[in-house]
Nanobody
């Protein structure tokens, strides 16, 4: 599975952005998907995850109620709708795929597949 994230950019505080992650390769719909983010000098932070069928989602505490993860297996894509953005959401965002959603939620290492990041910058 190859992953390519897009949709990052510059937004004002309180605004919205939608990230997309396009997947290619086999068995996309057999993988849970997730989003992580990282700022320089800090560890990669879990943002959101969705099960392979889309019926189960998890969110990091800092984004609950503001971000929404979704997926479209027919299009081999996963999305992250980010609303009510804050300056502290500024980071490079990465999409990830793993066999189990639990691993994505608990660990930022040992992930099966990573996409290249997309920069999100939120101005105050």
């Amino acid at each position: 599975v190859q992953l390519q994230a897009s949709g990052g950019g510059l937004a004002q505080a309180g605004g919205s952005l939608r990230l997309s992650c396009a997947a290619s390769g086999r068995n996309f719909d057999r993988h849970a998907m997730g989003w992580f983010r990282q700022v320089p000098g800090k560890e990669r932070e879990f943002v959101a995850a969705i099960s392979w069928a889309g019926g189960t989602t998890y969110y990091g505490d800092s984004v609950k109620g503001r971000f929404t993860i979704s997926r479209d297996n027919a299009k081999n894509a996963v999305y992250l709708q980010m609303d009510s953005l804050k300056p502290e959401d500024t980071a490079v965002y990465y999409c990830a795929a793993h066999k189990t959603i639990q691993h994505i939620v608990r660990f930022s290492v040992g992930i099966d597949y990573w996409g290249k990041g997309t920069q999100v910058t939120v101005s105050s």
